[in-house]
């Protein structure tokens, strides 16, 4: 049982401070407590998430969107009710444990009495593409072995799936392959098993996983090569699994400031004036996760992109698609802007 000092804030805490503590502690929850730490409600990372596709603003008070009924456990539970509760209700993964005066004592966690490996889930990464936009960068290596402070962008990502306990990973190459395989070899070095997807041909991002063996497993993660995120891809996973979904689209909020006051009128009467407003939307991230019946829906031969493939899914009326916003670090680094903020980023968490 894990301790809950480190998950506590208060009801007026912002979402914003909840979401600090949720990816301080890895714990993926924070529990809301009054001044003698009795247990108000539970926020968990999907939370935050829904909160956020919601366009609710992450400085509101997090008792706005905490679950005020959460599923606990007396202190003293044996091992035997822990694990009938995790397995009633399946889609939780944390539950706290409180003492008869309802003051939060500890929390259990799923995979301390459930164990879900990571290990044998495939990774699939698409590093093919030409790089043109990095250009002169890309002239002698592809975009994923550009460098981002010590080691290139792909060693980054590798390195946060096997923290997160990934060992098989499926690389796809292309264009300057060799390069790519020569740096990382088996992945032995790494701590995971790489595989090489060789396109031969442009293949697109979903083209290319024809290219995987018969017996790979599901669900299979599938990501550009060309991105540096903090994303908790445990969490991703347990969206995925919970969710009984047939695909996930990781999406990114993107914001778009409009520089000028906005003014809105009914025939010539000006009604309001919004000044500089702020327009959210939320853009693909270049992170899916897919079950492994989705790729038959992959034509058999010619260049494939993964929109392409999710429109199918979402067409397909026995298959559903659900989104997970990513509100960790993120950039695709599309062009030398990109470039320069990602290694800044690296320099501030090296620091």
Not at 178 to 187: D, L, M, P, S, Y
Not at 202 to 218: F, K, Q
């Amino acid at each position: 049982m894990e301790s809950a000092k480190r998950i506590l804030v208060s009801p007026d805490s912002t979402i914003r401070d909840a979401l600090v503590r949720i990816g301080e502690t890895g714990l993926q929850i924070a529990a809301v407590v009054d001044a003698d730490e009795r247990l108000l409600g539970v926020v968990t990372d999907g939370d935050v998430r829904r909160a956020i596709l919601g366009g609710r603003s992450l400085e509101e008070p997090v008792h706005e969107i905490m679950n005020t009924h959460p599923i606990c456990l007396k202190a003293g539970a044996s091992r035997e009710e822990q694990i009938s509760t995790f397995a009633e209700h399946q889609r939780i993964h944390r539950i706290p444990v409180v003492d008869e005066g309802g003051r939060i004592v500890g929390l259990h966690l799923a995979e301390d009495l459930l164990p879900y490996s990571t290990a044998n889930v495939p990774v699939v990464i698409m590093a093919g593409g030409l790089g043109t936009r990095l250009r002169p960068f890309t002239d002698t290596v592809p975009k994923p072995m550009v460098a981002v402070g010590e080691r290139p962008i792909l060693e980054h990502t590798i390195r946060k799936l096997q923290a997160f306990g990934f060992r098989k990973i499926y690389i796809s190459v292309n264009y300057l392959r060799e390069v790519i395989k020569e740096h990382f070899g088996t992945g032995e070095r790494l701590g995971v098993e790489i595989t090489y997807l060789e396109e031969d041909e442009r293949l697109g991002t979903a083209g290319a996983l024809r290219l995987l063996p018969g017996g790979v497993g599901s669900p299979i993660i599938v990501m550009n090569g060309d991105i540096l995120t903090h994303l908790n891809f445990r969490n991703l996973l347990d969206h995925f699994t919970s969710s009984a979904t047939s695909a996930t689209m990781c999406l990114r909020p993107y914001v778009h400031q409009i520089p000028y006051g906005v003014v809105s009128f009914d025939g010539e009467v000006l009604v309001g004036i919004d000044e500089k407003p702020q327009h959210v939307h939320f853009i693909n991230a270049g992170i899916y996760v897919l079950d492994r019946s989705v790729l038959d829906l992959i034509p058999p031969a010619g260049f494939y992109d993964m929109p392409s493939l999710y429109q199918r899914v979402m067409d397909d009326p026995a298959k559903t698609v659900t989104v997970f916003p990513i509100h960790e670090f993120w950039i695709d680094i599309g062009n030398p802007a990109d470039l320069e903020t990602a290694r800044q980023k690296v320099r501030e968490i090296e620091r």
